[in-house]
């Protein structure tokens, strides 16, 4: 059974390229059965790789999209793929596709996976997990007030914070979790 990764996306193109992947994907996510028989439905990458003319065999595509959306001309929707995000899957994308820019936001908590390509569409910095509360996506501004409020302790930066953090995961059993997007080409 592999861990998930959850990648947020941002497809961006000055042409209709970007509508023509919309309306391609939007239209297999609406069929009643899928181009080939799979575990993910008809939001299987694989349909996607199919549908653009590749065998599915040849391309790294475990894992399906949800929330597709397009507002003018940004297309967003999130994937949920086995392990890593599928980068044979965003490849083929720009070889059909040659005008859209890729942007993403990558989670593998379970492999500490938190990666993001662009500041833009995702600023913030860290994923900050305390105890039952929610999750939270900060900048390391946000990330090291909700730290200084959480420890009662003005920390002056991140380094100082994450001292105290290690420090109270090793004798309270991990109640704080801090995660630091790494910015990937």
Same mark, same amino acid.
């Given at each position: 059974m592999p861990n998930w990764?959850?990648?947020? /996306? =941002? !497809?961006?193109?000055?042409?209709?390229?970007?509508?023509?992947?919309?309306?391609?994907? @939007?239209?297999?996510? &609406?069929? @009643?059965? *899928?181009?080939? *028989?799979?575990g993910f439905?008809?939001?299987? !990458? #694989?349909?996607?790789?199919e549908d653009l003319g590749v065998d599915f065999n @040849?391309?790294?595509? =475990? #894992?399906?999209?949800?929330?597709?959306?397009?507002? #003018?001309n940004v297309l967003s929707f999130y994937t949920e793929t086995a392990w890593y995000r599928c980068?044979?899957? &965003?490849?083929l994308i720009k070889e059909k596709y040659p005008s859209i820019d890729i942007a993403f936001k990558c989670e593998e908590p379970g492999m500490a996976i938190y990666e993001k390509n662009d500041e833009t569409f995702f600023p913030e910095?860290?994923? $900050?997990?305390? &105890?039952?509360? &929610?999750?939270? /996506?900060?900048?390391?501004?946000?990330?090291?007030?909700? $730290?200084?409020? /959480?420890? #009662?302790i003005d920390f002056k930066d991140m380094d100082e914070a994450m001292i105290l953090v290690q420090e109270n995961n090793e004798k309270d059993d991990g =109640?704080?979790?801090?995660?630091? /997007?790494?910015l990937v080409e």
């Open positions: 990764a959850i990648c947020e /996306y =941002r !497809l961006v193109s000055e042409t209709s390229e970007v509508k023509d992947l919309y309306e391609r994907m @939007k239209k297999l996510q &609406e069929m @009643k059965e *899928p181009l080939k *028989p799979n439905g008809a939001t299987w !990458l #694989g349909n996607l790789v @040849k391309v790294q595509c =475990r #894992g399906s999209w949800d929330n597709l959306d397009l507002d #003018g980068t044979e899957v &965003e490849d910095d860290y994923v $900050l997990d305390i &105890e039952d509360g &929610e999750t939270l /996506y900060l900048s390391e501004e946000e990330t090291l007030e909700e $730290l200084s409020d /959480y420890f #009662g =109640r704080v979790w801090v995660n630091k /997007y790494e």
